[in-house]
């Protein structure tokens, strides 16, 4: 694997967090309260940035990712892509 990203992930504030915190089953209800506390560890991350990219630049529609759902992710994409194609 580059070592590039395993260097990121090595600083990741949720390198000790247990994984399933990460994969709420839902985003409403009692998964609320999940994504709030997943985005909580994110929050003081200090790869934040580096996470997000990775998970926008692969695609990956599970989970939350530098403090994002996959729907906020979607979102964020759309406007990458439309702002490449402006400028």
Not at 34 to 50: H, L
Not at 76 to 85: K, W
Request: glycine letters at 6%; a negative charge; aromatic letters at 6%.
């Amino acid at each position: 694997m580059d070592n590039t990203i395993n260097d990121w992930r090595d600083l990741a504030a949720c390198r000790d967090s247990d994984p399933e915190l990460f994969f709420p089953v839902s985003e409403v209800g009692p998964g609320a309260r999940q994504v709030a506390d997943a985005k909580a560890v994110c929050a003081r991350c200090p790869v934040r940035s580096q996470c997000l990219d990775y998970a926008i630049d692969n695609r990956l529609t599970d989970g939350i990712f530098g403090g994002t759902t996959e729907a906020e992710r979607r979102q964020l994409a759309r406007r990458r892509h439309a702002d490449r194609h402006v400028a």
